[in-house]
């Protein structure tokens, strides 16, 4: 068990640029959850996937923002035309339909959008 | 919809002093309530969770919390401050009872002083 890893760890990139971040789960793991934090805030649900369906998504996560887990394994989340207010932790976490309730969260994607 | 108060956005205590980091939830639904532990540039780490057994929960670390239905809280709980304890701690309440989708509160850092 190696853990949930994301890529890149941190992302400067420019108003109006593509940006996609990598999300790895926990092997085995059928859900997988993709929050954003702002700075002094706690964590906020974007959207989650059981195994390849995308099953639920907040309003949060506006037309320019795209999340895909094509294979039931590892996902990942593009933002559009990125704008300032984007810039933000991206957390991936994942969990196990064995019951124990418990996501466990990756080390985070940091974006700065100039 | 659910919500998640944590009073306090900054808590300080002597090391070896009872920390006491409080939380109050609202859920239309019995929720399930969890508390999380994040150290700088890590992800976040359960501590401890309620899924609607025994209502004093024990987690990792030396914490523990009970979850008080006529108080709608959930205050987490450590008898002696370490140093080590010194982070973010973060409240959620899980939307939908599977551990899916959960809303945070907004985070207390803890302090703890020689």
């Known amino acids: 068990d190696t853990g949930v890893s994301q890529d890149p760890r941190h992302k400067i990139t420019k108003r109006g640029q593509n940006v996609t971040f990598r999300c790895d789960p926990i092997?085995?793991?059928?859900?997988l959850y993709w929050y954003r934090q702002t700075l002094g805030q706690g964590p906020e649900f974007l959207t989650y996937f059981q195994n390849e369906a995308q099953l639920e998504k907040s309003r949060l996560l506006s037309d320019r923002f795209s999340a895909e887990r094509p294979k039931g394994s590892f996902s990942t989340l593009e933002i559009q035309r990125t704008e300032q207010g984007d810039s933000a932790m991206y957390l991936c976490?994942?969990?196990?339909?064995?019951?124990?309730?418990?996501?466990?969260f990756g080390p985070g994607t940091r974006l700065t959008v100039t | 919809a659910q919500s998640v108060t944590q009073l306090g956005s900054h808590v300080s205590v002597s090391e070896g002093a009872l920390v006491l980091l409080r939380c109050n939830y609202s859920s239309s639904v019995p929720p399930y309530l969890f508390w999380y532990v994040q150290y700088p540039n890590q992800g976040l780490q359960l501590l401890l969770k309620y899924t609607s057994a025994a209502t004093l929960v024990k987690g990792i670390n030396g914490f523990e919390a009970e979850f008080k239905k006529s108080e709608t809280s959930f205050h987490l709980t450590k008898p002696s401050a370490h140093m080590s304890d010194a982070a973010e701690y973060f409240c959620a309440v899980s939307e939908d009872n599977a551990g899916n989708m959960l809303t945070f509160g907004g985070g207390t850092r803890l302090m703890v002083k020689p």
């Open positions: 976490a994942s969990l196990s339909d064995g019951g124990s309730y418990e996501q466990y």
């Open positions: 092997s085995e793991h059928n859900r």
